[in-house]
Structures are given as structure tokens and as C-alpha cells.
């Protein structure tokens, strides 16, 4: 028995299995968010371009250079660049929200929807507009934030209350349920109240549609901060994926990194929610999908989750115009019927595997 | 305590008796409190005079056209769905394996959806709502199947399909004219209001077949509880048994769906209350169905009161009751 030799080597395999990819250069990494970023740009021309009414190109230009009145300028400068960039923030923030959730429970099912938190947000505003009339989005933000840091508390103490402490499964189980519970709070609210029911029937099943140019001004302060929040965490995050104590052994102060990456996540879904309501799936599926490409280091998954939802945002949102002309598919249907099918892929592996 | 007669014996169980008949009494006190309370008060006398085609005009049309079809049906779709419960808890041996938790019932209501739009009667909406719940039921177990079909898998699984479902739901609802829409969306949230004798009918018929299959299936399932090679050992054909289970509960809560739309956490609930009151060591069929019956006409009892005049829908008050008791439970779950 040669324990030392022996030691050596599986360390050389443990160097060896996390040696980076080829690709995850820091330079060609940058390259990569840099190229993202343009692909954001190019899908939010489409989406300023694309819609239930065909307007062709050089109009749409024109609506910038010279805007005349027209309707199609009209649809153009009071429909269309709203909607995407609502949809560039929604994007970004349920993306940035999703990843640290995923980061921060170590539960690759964690989902700002899925969790209930967004539910929570939604049942947050209802109050706001249906019990207590307040219908300036800078008041009933807040009350979105209220019932967003509500729902992630419970069900963080939920899940983790129990003798096996929080695992991903009790995790979503108790996020489902409290998500219920919240929607059916808010339908109970909007039945006795049809006014606000109609007002808020298409934002309950998550859309871009319907906010104003100034609601969306309003909101952004909100987002801005939850993002400059979340990205700044990427390296406590980073060294807490050790496990608390290694973390703390490399001088993360734990408790506050926790307390922090809850008030950005908060601040994002809370501020998403308020604009489109409750969106499932967005933050589930796109860190995923970007872990696969850059590896674990949060410093590059954050902003590249914070990039890449917003693009499939928006193309989720274009599709859902061009699939029903003349009418259109909220963006909530379509991201649930192409985000179920991956969830269910990802419960379906033999492990949940940890992230 | 087992009784001998003749060469016959049964098994008692005192308490699970005693819980049994104190289940059936609420439920009769529920129901007399539906019959007689509400905006126009019928003594509790009158009521058997009305029922019997002997009192005033006015009590005979309110007891027995408008609120006994309603109690009737709230009874037997309770019943439905707590046996359908306690048929899939059973096989999954997780209270989360529960119809209304993995999607069937979301399965369902797409089907009745789908026929409302395509302007179908009573009939083929049923019809819709079975069709749809048991192709959902076969996709879930299909996509849960890996070798074994897993619990917590099955569950995961059911909430992704339950999610893509409710999706198609409101894309359905957003596609259909202004009179199906409205139609469609008092059904999906789970209501009992304005339900007549042709809603109870279906449900009657389909639990007078199916509760005596339960009774008998009771037995081998609970051996099955214990492991498939444990069952076998002791003389249990397990798949049959096992198929014909998945039949039963998904006819029963497909049935249920059709009548009464998607009312949630009654299926769940109710088999674990009934465990727990009963102190049984696994789910009991008939305490499961006599609570369904209960929870779900006690709580469309409460939904017509609690904010009177409003008219909540009994789904909305099961959702809020029963997730707040589903949290409960995975404070205290094993898992």
C-alpha cells in the first residue's frame, strides 16, 4: 500500500476533471458575451420590427429617423419599443434570478416561477390594485416586493424545516405549493372585483403586452439595482459553491452573501413581476443552458443568464405574435409549453444532479 | 377485533368504524346546512316536506331543484376524488402522487376545454375531460417510467406536465369566442355552483361500478404498499392488480373533473386526513371517500358563506386550504 502515491494521484485526476475547456478562456469568453450582447441587439430589432401587423422595414427605420404620425409609426414608437424593452428587462432579471437561485439552494430546479415567488409577487400586487386601488407602479412595486420576500422566505423555511434539511424536490414541492396557494389568494381577490379582473387577466398568464412606456420608466430604477446587486455577488457565490464553511474559510462572510443574494432576488422578481407578471421557467432553463456552455464560475454565468433570457425572451414574445395573427399568444403560454418539456427532462435524469 | 359467523369471518377495525360513522354524520349535517341555509332560509322541516314534492312552491323549486342537485353533486365528486386520491397515493406510496398534483386533472380540463370549444353538449364535454385525463395519465407514467416508476419522479414529471397543460388551457381560453371563454373558465376553477341532476348522474353511476372494484382492489394494494416481490410472495398478481388500480383512479377523477372542473387538494387531502384520523398505517379507501365528501361539500358550503354575497368558486377555497396543508405536510415529511 502506497497511501501517499495514492493520494497524489487522484488529486492529479481531481486537477485533470476540473481543468477548464478549451473555450473557457476568459478572452473567448468575453468574445462570447460581447457576440451575445449583438444577438441581443439583432433580436431586439425584430421584435421592434415583427408583429400581428406587417409593417415593412424601411417604415420601421423611418419611425425613428422621421417619425410622421402614421399608424404604423404610431404602433412602432408606442407599442412595439415598449413591449421590447420590457422585455429586455423582464428578460434580464428573471435570468439573473434564476442563476443566483440556482447558485445560492444549489438546486439546478430552482425557478423564481417554480418557487413561488413570483406568485407571491403577483398576489402582492393584486392587493396593491384590487383591495387597496393604488395603480402607480412605483407604490405597488413595492408591494411586489413585499409578497416576493415573503413567498422566499416561507419557502426556504419550509423546505429546510424538515429532518433531511432542504433538498431540490422539497424545495420545488414546497415552492408549488405556496404558489398555489398565492394564485388561488389572487383569483379570490380578482372575483370579487371584475374590473380589476379584466384589467389583469392577460398579466396573470405573464405578458409583455399592455405597460406603458412610463410604467416600464418607473420600474427600471427597481431592475437596475437587483442586476448591479446580483452581478456584484458572482464571487462570495463563487466561493460559497465550496460549501459554507470552506466558504467561510476563504473569508465570504456567509450569512450577509445569503441576506444579500435574497434582497437581489427579491428586487428582480419583485420589478419583473410587476411589469409582466408571473413568468415561469424563464430562470430555470437559461442558466442551465449557459452552465453548459461556460462552465461553474458565476462570474461568467450571471451576466451571461442576464444576456441570454432576454434573447429568448424577446423570440418567445415574436413568436407568440406571429404564430395566431391577427391575434397573439402571451409570452407566459409560449415559454410554458417550450419550458415544461425541458423541466420534465431535467426531473427525469437520475439524479437531480447538485450543482 | 374480527367477527366469526358461520364459516364467514370479517376483520373490524373499531376505530376506523367509529371514524367512518362520524364522517357520515357530518356529511348529512353539511348537507342539511346546505339545503336549508343561503339568501332564502328553509326551516329544517321543510325541507324533508319540500324533497318529498309536499311543501310550498317556492321550497320545493330552491331545495330540490337548486340546492340538492348541488350537495349531491359536491358529495359524490368529493367522494370521487378522495377515492382516486387514496388510489394513487397508494401506488406512488406518496401523498404528492395525488391526480390533482401531477396534472391529470390539468389533463382533463383541457380535454372538456377542447370540447366546450368545439361547442360540444354535456355529454361530449365529459367525454372531452375523460378522454384528456387518461391520455395525460398514460403520458406522465410514460415519461416517469425509467426502469420502475419512482415516486418523486412521477411527481416531478406531473407538475412540468400539470404547468405545460395549464398553459394550453389559457391558450384555449384566449382562442375561444366570448361565450365559451366565459363558460370554460367557471368550470376550470373548480365550481359547483349551478350543477343540476345530469352532473350528479355520470358520477353516481361511475362510483357505483368503481367503489366496489376499489374495496376489492384494497386488499392486494396494500401488499403491493409493502414491495412488489413482498406482494408476490404472498400470492398477489401484481400487475393486474396494479393496472386495473390506474384504471379505476383514472376513471373516477376524470369523472369528477367532468362534472365539477379542476377543484384541487381535495384528492390530495383527503386520503391523508383520513389516515390520520383513522390512525391506519397506509391509505384506507372508504374513510379517504367519505372525507372527500365531506371537505369538498363543507367546503363549498364555506365558499358560499365566508364572503356573502360574493360567490367565491369552491376551487379557489380547496386551493387556498389545501396548499397551506401541503406545506404543512412537507414540514413534517420524512423524506
Given at each position: 500500500m502506497r497511501p501517499a502515491e495514492d493520494t497524489a494521484v487522484t488529486a492529479a485526476e481531481a486537477a485533470e476533471a476540473v481543468k477548464r475547456p478549451v473555450w473557457a478562456h476568459p478572452a473567448v469568453l468575453a468574445t462570447g458575451l460581447v457576440l451575445a450582447l449583438a444577438v441581443l441587439a439583432l433580436m431586439a430589432m425584430a421584435s421592434v420590427a415583427l408583429g400581428a401587423r406587417s409593417v415593412p422595414f424601411s417604415t420601421v427605420i423611418d419611425a425613428f429617423v422621421a417619425p410622421d404620425g402614421s399608424n404604423d409609426h404610431t404602433v412602432i414608437r408606442e407599442l412595439r419599443v415598449p413591449r421590447t424593452l420590457l422585455g429586455l428587462g423582464v428578460g434580464a432579471t428573471l435570468g439573473l434570478a434564476g442563476a443566483l437561485m440556482q447558485s445560492l439552494t444549489r438546486n439546478p430546479l430552482a425557478?423564481?416561477?417554480?418557487?413561488?415567488?413570483?406568485?407571491?409577487?403577483?398576489?402582492?400586487?393584486?392587493?396593491?390594485?384590487g383591495v387597496f386601488g393604488l395603480s402607480d407602479p412605483v407604490v405597488y412595486v413595492w408591494f411586489a416586493f413585499g409578497g416576493a420576500a415573503l413567498a422566499s422566505v416561507m419557502v426556504y423555511a419550509l423546505a429546510s424545516?424538515?429532518?433531511?434539511?432542504?433538498?431540490?424536490?422539497?424545495?420545488?414541492?414546497?415552492?408549488?405549493?405556496?404558489?398555489?396557494?398565492?394564485?388561488?389568494?389572487?383569483?379570490?381577490?380578482?372575483?370579487?372585483?371584475?374590473?380589476t379582473f379584466d384589467r389583469m387577466r392577460f398579466w396573470l398568464t405573464g405578458s409583455l403586452a399592455g405597460q406603458t412606456a412610463d410604467t416600464l420608466v418607473r420600474l427600471a430604477p427597481f431592475m437596475v439595482a437587483g442586476l448591479v446587486l446580483g452581478l456584484l455577488l458572482a464571487r462570495p457565490l463563487n466561493m460559497l459553491a465550496l460549501g459554507d464553511d470552506a466558504g467561510k474559510a476563504l473569508g465570504v462572510a456567509v450569512n450577509?452573501?445569503?441576506?444579500?443574494?435574497?434582497?437581489?432576488?427579491?428586487?428582480?422578481?419583485?420589478?419583473?413581476?410587476?411589469?409582466?407578471?408571473?413568468?415561469?421557467?424563464?430562470?430555470?432553463?437559461?442558466?442551465?443552458a449557459v452552465r453548459a456552455v461556460v462552465g461553474p464560475d458565476q462570474r461568467w454565468v450571471l451576466p451571461y443568464s442576464a444576456v441570454a433570457a432576454p434573447v429568448l425572451l424577446l423570440g418567445a414574445d415574436v413568436v407568440g405574435r406571429l404564430i395566431a395573427r391577427p391575434g397573439e399568444v402571451q409570452v407566459g403560454i409560449v415559454w410554458a409549453v417550450i419550458g415544461a418539456p425541458i423541466f420534465i427532462m431535467l426531473a427525469r435524469r437520475k439524479r437531480v444532479a447538485a450543482l | 377485533m374480527i367477527v366469526r359467523v358461520g364459516p364467514y369471518s370479517v376483520r373490524?377495525?373499531?376505530?376506523?368504524?367509529?371514524?367512518?360513522?362520524?364522517?357520515?354524520?357530518?356529511?348529512?349535517?353539511?348537507?342539511?346546512?346546505?339545503?336549508?341555509?343561503?339568501?332564502?332560509?328553509?326551516?329544517?322541516?321543510?325541507?324533508?316536506?319540500?324533497?318529498?314534492g309536499q311543501g310550498t312552491p317556492v321550497a320545493e323549486l330552491i331545495v330540490s331543484k337548486l340546492r340538492a342537485p348541488r350537495v349531491v353533486t359536491g358529495l359524490l365528486v368529493g367522494a370521487a376524488f378522495g377515492l382516486s386520491g387514496a388510489i394513487f397515493q397508494s401506488l406512488t406510496r406518496n401523498p404528492l402522487g395525488s391526480p390533482d398534483f401531477i396534472g391529470f386533472t390539468a389533463g382533463a380540463s383541457t380535454g372538456g376545454i377542447m370540447a366546450v370549444v368545439a361547442g360540444g353538449s354535456a355529454a361530449t364535454i365529459a367525454g372531452g375531460a375523460m378522454a384528456g385525463c387518461v391520455i395525460t395519465a398514460a403520458l406522465v407514467y410514460g415519461l416517469?417510467?425509467?426502469?420502475?416508476?419512482?415516486?418523486?419522479?412521477?411527481?416531478?414529471?406531473?407538475?412540468?406536465?400539470?404547468?405545460?397543460?395549464?398553459?394550453?388551457?389559457?391558450?384555449?381560453?384566449?382562442?375561444a369566442n366570448v361565450n365559451d371563454a366565459a363558460t370554460a373558465g367557471a368550470w376550470l376553477t373548480g365550481s359547483l355552483s349551478g350543477r343540476g341532476w345530469d352532473h350528479a348522474i355520470p358520477v353516481a353511476l361511475a362510483l357505483a361500478v368503481l367503489v366496489p372494484v376499489c374495496l376489492r382492489l384494497a386488499r392486494p394494494m396494500r401488499m403491493i404498499e409493502m414491495g412488489d416481490d413482498a406482494a408476490k410472495a404472498m400470492g398477489i398478481r401484481v400487475e393486474p392488480v396494479r393496472a386495473a388500480a390506474i384504471a379505476a383512479g383514472v376513471l373516477l377523477s376524470g369523472v369528477a373533473t367532468a362534472a365539477a372542473g379542476p377543484v384541487v387538494f381535495v384528492a390530495l387531502a383527503a386520503p391523508q386526513l383520513a389516515r390520520r384520523l383513522t390512525r391506519s398505517p397506509g391509505v384506507t379507501m372508504g374513510a379517504s371517500a367519505l372525507m372527500g365528501a365531506v371537505l369538498l361539500t363543507g367546503a363549498d358550503l364555506a365558499a358560499q358563506r365566508l364572503l356573502a354575497p360574493t360567490q367565491l368558486p369552491v376551487g379557489v377555497l380547496t386551493a387556498a386550504v389545501g396548499g397551506t396543508y401541503l406545506a404543512l405536510l412537507l414540514r413534517k415529511d420524512r423524506h
Open positions: 425557478d423564481p416561477g417554480l418557487l413561488g415567488i413570483n406568485e407571491g409577487a403577483a398576489l402582492g400586487v393584486t392587493l396593491a390594485l424545516a424538515g429532518r433531511s434539511g432542504s433538498s431540490p424536490v422539497r424545495l420545488t414541492l414546497a415552492g408549488v405549493a405556496l404558489g398555489m396557494v398565492a394564485t388561488a389568494i389572487a383569483s379570490a381577490i380578482l372575483r370579487m372585483d371584475t374590473q450577509r452573501t445569503r441576506i444579500l443574494t435574497g434582497v437581489a432576488v427579491t428586487l428582480l422578481c419583485g420589478a419583473a413581476t410587476a411589469a409582466a407578471g408571473p413568468l415561469w421557467f424563464v430562470g430555470l432553463i437559461v442558466p442551465h | 373490524l377495525a373499531p376505530r376506523a368504524l367509529l371514524v367512518g360513522l362520524a364522517l357520515v354524520l357530518v356529511a348529512c349535517a353539511v348537507t342539511v346546512a346546505a339545503l336549508s341555509t343561503g339568501e332564502f332560509t328553509v326551516p329544517v322541516p321543510d325541507i324533508v316536506t319540500a324533497l318529498f416517469a417510467f425509467r426502469g420502475g416508476v419512482q415516486g418523486y419522479r412521477l411527481v416531478l414529471v406531473g407538475i412540468g406536465a400539470n404547468a405545460l397543460l395549464l398553459a394550453v388551457n389559457s391558450y384555449l381560453l384566449t382562442r
